[in-house]
């Protein structure tokens, strides 16, 4: 009994260590692992722009808090409102959001638009990395895996994957890892 306790005891100790260590990535739902926060302002019919390095499947998310902001996200630093200028966009009056594929090219520009009926839009943009994205794939070469040879014959008609990068493989066990420590730390302390 004394012996569990005090191997139970540093496995709380080890977790507490290295969500402290972690603790710049936070989970806010079980699909999402935020990265970054930006807060900022704009003004009416003018533009306010970012960029964006991080890679696999994306979420971002912007918040007006003030007056009405549109996300705008493309491939070039500079995205606009045209169809053109910009791949995925969200101009709703309410919260927007874009989902950011693993396969999109980085660095991401993101625009922020200040509508015209607001002289002032402040605004937050929060950044997640979807983790239910990278679910859903595993979840489909299972499922690949089961059908047999029937879905090797159709996968010779499907494009060609994008090739990854090597090093977004360690990343992706690693925010796995963070949270099942995070998820066991939780279950510890309350």
């Known amino acids: 009994m004394r012996r569990e306790f ?7 100790i080890c977790v507490s260590t290295l969500s ?15 990265l970054d926060t930006v807060v900022g302002a704009v003004g009416a019919g003018n533009f306010s722009y970012w960029q ?4 696999g499947p994306l979420l971002i998310e912007l918040t007006s ?3 009405d902001a ?7 630093l500079r995205p606009g409102y045209e169809p053109e200028k910009n791949n995925f966009s969200s101009i709703t009056c309410g919260p927007d959001m874009v989902h950011v594929p693993a396969s999109f090219p980085r660095p991401v520009g993101i625009g922020v638009f200040g509508h015209w009926s607001h002289q002032l839009s ?4 929060q950044v997640f990395w979807d983790t239910s994205a990278v679910l859903s794939e595993h979840q489909m070469r299972l499922m690949d895996k089961m059908n047999g040879v029937v879905v090797e014959q159709e996968t010779k008609v499907r494009e060609k994957p994008v090739p990854r990068k ?3 493989q360690p990343k992706t066990r690693f925010l796995k890892f963070t949270s099942f420590l995070d998820m066991v730390f939780e279950m510890f302390v309350l």
């Open 6 to 12: 005090i191997l139970v005891l540093l496995g709380i």
């Open 20 to 34: 402290s260590l972690l603790s710049r990535y936070v989970q806010i739902d079980t699909g999402k692992l935020l």
């Open 52 to 55: 964006l390095g991080h890679t």
């Open 65 to 67: 808090l003030t007056g």
């Open 70 to 76: 549109d996300l705008y996200v493309s491939d070039t």
């Open 122 to 125: 402040e605004y937050s943009i």
């Open 166 to 168: 090597a090093d977004e």
